[in-house]
């Protein structure tokens, strides 16, 4: 444990989260006259962090270390070879650089390990978390404020989607989008499903105004190309569900506008149907990002990820 933890955990936590917690509930006080969904906001927040300190207090004093430590000494050692060894940094944080090279620059120039470089969509969670170590001073706890900080933005880019369709359900919304246990708990503190989450919010957000609300503007264009781009680096199979589901509901916003009953019921099947075909071919044409999970391969890796799940040390 003391591998994780340092004197900065405990000397600047507390800082870290009342800094954040003041700026949340100014942000909030500027909002809520004109939102009044905004009255969420900072407690939202509040329980994202709380479940990154749950899921790091875990895994540190249950597990004894896991995944989320993992990430955490990678990115620190990152962090630390950018003031030894500025070009090494530069070429493992963007480039690809072979295992022994890595970990022999790392030996000389710093003590701590790093893991995934094996592992491309692994790997991707620990270059997206070198520069929030950076801001948070090495320390994990307030890496992990930092973390559910920024990925608490996707919850709430997902939450103001559904709430501009349903502008009644502020409280049953709020719950489904920031406050179901599960995922606070996996989703706030240093792991992937914390980026992937958010990513997920923030494609809902930018694909509704996009293409549902036709707002098309640079801004939600390239919401759309990063939110995607994290979705492919971390988690592509997240894709199997979102993408397909995105044209779904946008040939059901063209079916809706469709006036004449005869007319809708005429056209509903075709545009069911090219939807279908168009997120079919859509992934097929990303095999090369989808990796292991493309198309021709999906089944026989469910079918390999179920029989792992059943084996005794599961």
């Not at 444990?1 to 870290?16: A, R």
Request: aromatic residues 22%.
């Amino acid at each position: 444990m003391e591998d994780y933890l340092s004197i900065y955990d405990i000397l600047l936590t507390p800082i870290y989260l009342g800094v954040v917690l003041f700026l949340a509930k100014l942000y909030e006080k500027s909002k809520i006259a004109e939102h009044p969904e905004y009255k969420y906001f900072t407690r939202g927040l509040f329980i994202k962090i709380i479940g990154a300190f749950a899921l790091g207090c875990v895994y540190m004093f249950y597990y004894d270390g896991g995944d989320t430590t993992n990430y955490f000494q990678s990115a620190r050692a990152y962090v630390n070879l950018a003031f030894h060894n500025p070009e090494m940094f530069f070429e493992g944080w963007f480039g690809r650089p072979t295992y022994y090279e890595i970990n022999s620059s790392f030996t000389h120039e710093t003590t701590y390990p790093v893991y995934y470089h094996r592992d491309y969509h692994a790997f991707w969670v620990v270059r997206l978390l070198i520069p929030i170590e950076f801001f948070g001073a090495n320390s994990y706890f307030c890496t992990s404020i930092l973390v559910a900080l920024i990925t608490y933005s996707g919850a709430w880019k997902l939450y103001k989607t559904f709430l501009a369709e349903f502008p009644t359900l502020r409280k049953e919304l709020a719950i489904a989008c920031i406050y179901i246990p599960s995922c606070v708990f996996w989703g706030s503190g240093i792991m992937k499903d914390s980026f992937t989450l958010a990513a997920v919010g923030w494609y809902t957000f930018a694909f509704y105004n996009f293409f549902i609300k036709r707002s098309f503007n640079f801004k939600f264009a390239s919401y759309l190309i990063i939110s995607s781009f994290v979705i492919l680096a971390i988690k592509p199979y997240i894709f199997f569900a979102i993408l397909p589901g995105s044209i779904f509901w946008l040939s059901n916003q063209q079916i809706a506008k469709i006036s004449n009953k005869i007319m809708r019921f005429m056209v509903a099947p075709i545009l069911i149907a090219i939807g279908g075909f168009g997120g079919f071919f859509a992934l097929q044409q990303m095999g090369d990002s989808l990796g292991q999970y493309k198309v021709d391969n999906v089944l026989d890796k469910a079918a390999t990820t179920q029989k792992d799940m059943k084996a005794d040390y599961y």
